[in-house]
């Protein structure tokens, strides 16, 4: 990725997270962390990553962030100096979701393994 691509990635992320904490008060959408913002070479778009506290209520999140990305659009046009403010478009992160999988997996795995080398030193 190019260093200007990164900054403005970084810049992005750092103004919906303003904007979500400061202008959205919107208790419907609840606890929400912007993980990630890649763009597009040409900066016109900008795959957004959130997080949400209440994993429950993901899919309405979601849906309500959809219904109101035209205020956040504007809002950041307002918020950063940009010729062109890219489309935006918003996914939800489910990588601590992956993370707790794995870590679940690895716990069944080391239960397995004291299982057997306790059932080991009994037969010994």
């Known amino acids: 990725m190019s260093y200007r691509i990164d900054k403005v990635s970084r810049l ?3 103004e919906i997270s303003w904007i979500f904490i400061h202008k959205l008060k919107d208790p419907a959408l609840g606890f ?3 993980t990630d913002v890649k763009l597009s070479p040409d ?3 900008a795959k957004i990553y959130f997080s949400v506290l209440e994993k429950e209520n993901r899919k ?3 849906a309500r962030i959809n219904e109101v990305k035209g205020l956040i ?3 950041l046009a307002h918020r950063i100096k940009m010729r062109f403010i890219p489309e935006l478009s918003f996914f ?4 601590t979701d992956y993370v707790e999988k794995m870590e679940n997996l690895f716990r069944q795995i080391n239960k397995e393994n004291d299982k ?3 059932d080991n030193q009994n037969d010994s």
Do not use: A, W
Request: overall charge negative.
């Open 12 to 14: 992005i992320k750092e």
């Open 32 to 34: 929400i962390t912007i």
């Open 43 to 45: 900066l016109k778009i």
């Open 60 to 62: 309405i999140v979601l």
């Open 73 to 75: 659009r504007g809002e």
């Open 92 to 95: 939800i992160d489910d990588t």
């Open 116 to 118: 057997n080398n306790n």
